[in-house]
């Protein structure tokens, strides 16, 4: 059940949103990057991002 599942409190790990310029592909691109301040690697990431302006949305995207 939802209520036996134990989640971790996340602590010293940062996400940064940055927009920057694609030189390739010549447009402005959100960039997402972790940041991991802990003394030890992170062993699971899960990124779920989607994107949208006022008449477009793209989909749901998941990655791990």
């Not at 310029?21 to 990057?33: M, P, R, S």
């Not at 779920?48 to 791990?64: A, C, L, P, Q, Y």
Request: no cysteine; glycine share 2%; hydrophobic share 40%.
């Amino acid at each position: 059940m939802k209520k036996d599942i134990q989640i971790p409190v996340v602590e010293n790990v940062y996400v940064a949103i940055v927009n920057e310029y694609n030189d390739i592909y010549k447009t402005q691109d959100w960039n997402a990057y972790i940041i991991n301040d802990k003394a030890v690697d992170l062993d699971t990431v899960l990124i779920v991002t989607s994107g949208f302006s006022e008449d477009k949305m793209t989909s749901i995207f998941r990655k791990n």
